[in-house]
T-cell receptor, first 112, second 112 residues
Framework: AQTVTQSQPEMSVQEAETVTLSCTYDTSESDYYLFWYKQPPSRQMILVIRQEAYKQQNATENRFSVNFQKAAKSFSLKISDSQLGDAAMYFCALAGTYKYIFGTGTRLKVLA | DSGVTQTPKHLITATGQRVTLRCSPRSGDLSVYWYQQSLDQGLQFLIQYYNGEERAKGNILERFSAQQFPDLHSELNLSSLELGDSALYFC???????????FGPGTRLTVT
């Protein structure tokens, strides 16, 4: 069975600082993808970043980057230069064959 | 705007009733996914359709059913509604061979 665990229900970060959100997963599949989605108060699900399991290089999208540790089955999201607009729920997701599994989310608060 | 549309935006109904949620995928996307998000919870995968055929099933109750039509829009039917069915229902779509899913704005269902 596939599982995704986000152990931090809530995190806070000062504006302009850096924060890291944790995610661990488990899967028996060799070919899979990992994602971080952002859900702001509007409740829209927004894709932030993706990582292919076969790629060793960590994905980066502007201020967002991941630390993908395949052997440890860890996939953390780093947000640099945090902005007030980054405040949201962040969900880690694992995509295997035909299915997406989402974690329970981490609520990020950005302090001015 | 992801290009995925969902109607209605809000739905309020009574226990025991039946409702239909509608989703139109992005142009070119053949896959449609349905998810349920209860209050402050993660997303639970319900079902996936690919080009009109059921591809994968998640934690979908027997009272729920879905279909994808030849024009690729999809409908999720929820019957014998219970208070616990109150949730945000998301539809997502993806292109053939592409893993990323793009989410619609969701339908908020309230069962009273």
């Amino acid at each position: 069975a596939q599982t995704v665990t986000q152990s931090q229900p809530e995190m806070s970060v000062q504006e302009a600082e850096t924060v890291t959100l944790s995610c661990t997963y488990d899967t028996s599949e060799s070919d899979y993808y990992l994602f971080w989605y952002k859900q702001p108060p509007s409740r829209q699900m927004i894709l932030v970043i993706r990582q292919e399991a076969y790629k060793q290089q960590n994905a980066t999208e502007n201020r967002f980057s991941v630390n993908f540790q395949k052997a440890a089955k860890s996939f953390s999201l780093k947000i640099s230069d945090s902005q007030l607009g980054d405040a949201a729920m962040y969900f880690c997701a694992l995509a295997g064959t035909y299915k997406y599994i989402f974690g329970t989310g981490t609520r990020l608060k950005v302090l001015a | 705007d992801s290009g995925v549309t969902q109607t209605p935006k809000h739905l309020i109904t009574a226990t025991g009733q039946r409702v239909t949620l509608r989703c139109s995928p992005r142009s070119g996307d053949l896959s449609v996914y349905w998810y349920q998000q209860s209050l402050d919870q993660g997303l639970q995968f319900l079902i996936q359709y690919y080009n009109g055929e059921e591809r994968a099933k998640g934690n979908i109750l027997e009272r729920f059913s879905a279909q994808q039509f030849p024009d690729l829009h999809s409908e999720l039917n929820l019957s014998s509604l219970e208070l616990g069915d109150s949730a945000l229902y998301f539809c997502a779509s993806s292109q053939p061979g592409v893993v990323e899913q793009y989410f619609g704005p969701g339908t908020r269902l309230t069962v009273t």
